[in-house]
């Protein structure tokens, strides 16, 4: 029972405690509130740019996606992962964490790319290219799924969780050739609008405002969306452990009702040998 | 509709089916671990989860077949879970299978060397 009482534990611990699903909860409607808001200032209060007109309000989208996916998500999982291939630090904690922060980044990175291409169509006339920029975020779209890959393959969770961590670290060396990219070579792509080697705002005034909300509403965003994810990897992990306690215990019920394999035939049934008898 | 307006639907229409996935294999899961929860909480009076949460309301027999059965059922509908593959189905115990496997005997099975 004692083992069953701790699964108790266990799956209460997974689900999250009052305070931490409160602090979700308050995450995820101030992620929501940021996200309107920005909205409503990126598409009818901001004024259109000079040289590219309305299309300028794709940037209060783009590059918040992009910050989450390549800064937030990936730099969290790599994070994670050398706290947890750390031995003094090593826990399944970090690796759910890393987790959870690459499936929320692959999401992100998805959505940097498909806006991306929404902006390249109209300004280079082309939906896509393969300079450094882009070629490498996709990369890195395909290393955090082969990522997600790697963790479906059978092994042990001790197992699992160190290819996993090994991958995640592996993938992080695309992150800053990714970053640098459009320093380091000539590329179709923009340099940074923020962070470029001279860290100056190339935006201003209420653009620059609307930019700094669409930061902060969608690094609200991932990060409810990894406390959410957190929760439900470490759910699935003390389920599916306790089905396998639930079946051992189911077979040692079993062999406790089927008699012993070397007893007697009486009558077509086994009869058990009298206790003390050796056994 | 425009560039920017696509731009807009696509980020906001993905991040919101995503967030909505995510609510719901988190409430899925929750509802599998009540089940197991419901069946130890209703033998085990006084087991309590150390944050003091709610558990489930709603008290299941102690009967570990019950717990197998309403487990089963609510993780059969868990995506999660669903990927790592059906559950093999049971066979019936076979005790020469303690000693096949690195199982520790099972009580009343004889061993190998005993026999």
New interface residues.
Partial sequence: ?SS??S???T????????SLRNTTRAIGVAALVA?VAT?IL??WVTPPAKVQG??V??LY??PP?AWVALYCSFGLAALSSFLYLWRRTRSLFWDRLGASAVEVGV?FT??TL??GS??G??TWGVWWTWTARLTSTALLFVLYIGYMALR?VPATQEVRARRSAVAALVAFVDVPIVSFSVDWWQTLHQRGTVLNPGLTLKVHGSMAWTMALGFVAMTL?FA??VL??Y??EA??D???D??LE???????????Q?????APLVGGERV?EPAGS?? | M???D???A???G??GL??FS??L??RR??A??RA??GD??AG?AG?V?????C?DGDARPHD?ES??RS??AA?SS?P??Q??GP?PA?K??D????ERTD?PS?????SPG??
Wanted: aromatic share 6%; hydrophobic share 50%.
């Fill in positions: 029972m069953r009482m699964s108790v534990a799956v209460s611990g997974a689900a999250g405690s009052r996200t909205v990126g598409l309305t299309l309000r794709l989208i783009h996606v999401v998805g959505l498909v806006t929404l902006w169509r109209p479906r965003v409810w969306m959410v994810r929760r439900i759910l699935g003390v389920i599916s306790n089905e639930v079946s051992l215990a189911e077979r040692w019920s079993e062999a406790e089927v008699p012993a394999a070397g058990p050796g056994r | 425009s560039y920017v696509a731009g807009y696509v980020a906001l993905a991040l995503y967030a995510l609510v294999r988190n899961l929750q599998a671990a197991w929860q130890v909480g085990d087991v989860a150390p944050d003091g949460a558990l570990s717990a197998v487990g089963a993780l868990v999660v879970l990927s790592r559950t049971r019936p115990f005790a020469s299978d303690a199982l099972a009580p009343g099975a004889v005993e026999r």
